[in-house]
């Protein structure tokens, strides 16, 4: 699994957002769809707002792989679901990120559907 450059995720998580895409079948780019993000002990998470059933979500972890672009940086990924133990951590750097656009955006993040869905995302 590779690493991601200090630089490259020092701008990727100071970004408000981030537009992700996964890979058809036939190894296209599905189109971006813009969500939120957060970096947590140098790793970089992704969440689906109001649970799995959320298109971009169901395809990324099919696929488990895709691109991101964020914060001037564009990198190919893998998606994986990430360790559920981390959920916690995940929801308070969200909280911390995102709070002051109010609690239904970040609700929509961190709720009990929310939480399962969160993917680490990893360079590829």
Do not use: C
């Not at 911390?96 to 969160?118: E, H, L, M, N, Q």
């Amino acid at each position: 699994m590779a690493a991601w450059d200090e630089g490259d995720l020092r701008r990727v998580g100071g970004a408000t957002e981030l537009r992700v895409s996964s890979r058809r079948p036939d190894g296209s780019l599905r189109p971006y769809v813009t969500i939120w993000h957060v970096v947590v002990d140098e790793a970089l998470y992704l969440r689906s707002a109001h649970g799995p059933e959320n298109g971009w979500f169901r395809r990324a972890v099919r696929s488990g792989a895709g691109r991101i672009s964020s914060g001037g940086v564009e990198q190919d990924v893998t998606f994986r679901l990430a360790d559920p133990a981390l959920g916690p951590g995940v929801s308070a750097a969200l909280h911390a990120k995102y709070d002051r656009f109010g609690p239904g955006p970040v609700g929509a993040i961190t709720g009990v559907d929310a939480a399962t869905t969160t993917l680490l995302v990893m360079p590829e």
